[in-house]
């Protein structure tokens, strides 16, 4: 828990950076990807989702500018050698775009956990019902994207970092998350 605790309050005022430096909901990427990296780290069953390494896919939609950005920035925030419960973690990205079933893609892939990008609102419900099918687990750096049935995101209340977990959400996806992580955010979906 000192990590969680020690990255809430390293974000506790999030810096003023120009747009492209932060998500939606005025989180910077680089501190949505610590934070929902460590929330991945403490769901009980990350393990089972990888041997040596944990796949991540990022979701996101070529023909929308918002959604193609913030995969760029998610990328280049992750950088290599990033792990997560003793795994590594490996990047591949899904295009919406492409018309292909994302829960067919991500079971192929056997990606554990993916990362929606932003400007994916109208495609949340999609989204959540493939990694339910794949039981990935699913994050976002919007909150709103949580509400609508992803796993885990980020979002900013009073300038600091805060985790919201949609419980119904995150079980349905195969996670379990610890208590100490659950303590700590907002929940949704009870």
Known sequence: MSVIVALLIAGMALPTVGRAQE????????????ILFKVLSLDKNVARKGAEELKVCVVFDS????????????E??????????????LLHSFDLASGKPLASYLRE???????????????AEKIAEAAREAQA???AGEAALVE??????????DNKPRIVINLSASKAQGADFSSEVL?????TGK
Request: hydrophobic residues 40%; aromatic residues 2%; positive net charge.
């Open 76 to 89: 280049a925030a992750v950088g290599a050698g990033k792990k997560v419960a003793g795994l590594t973690i």
């Open 109 to 123: 892939t056997n990606t554990g956990a993916l990362y929606a990008t932003s400007g994916l609102g109208a495609q």
């Open 148 to 157: 609508q049935g992803l796993a885990t995101g980020v979002e900013a209340q």
């Open 63 to 74: 023909r929308n500018a918002e959604s193609k950005k913030s995969r760029e920035e998610f």
């Open 183 to 187: 303590k700590l955010a907002r929940i």
């Open 23 to 34: 998500g939606v909901q005025g989180v910077p990427v680089t501190i949505q990807v610590a």
């Open 137 to 139: 687990t699913a994050t």
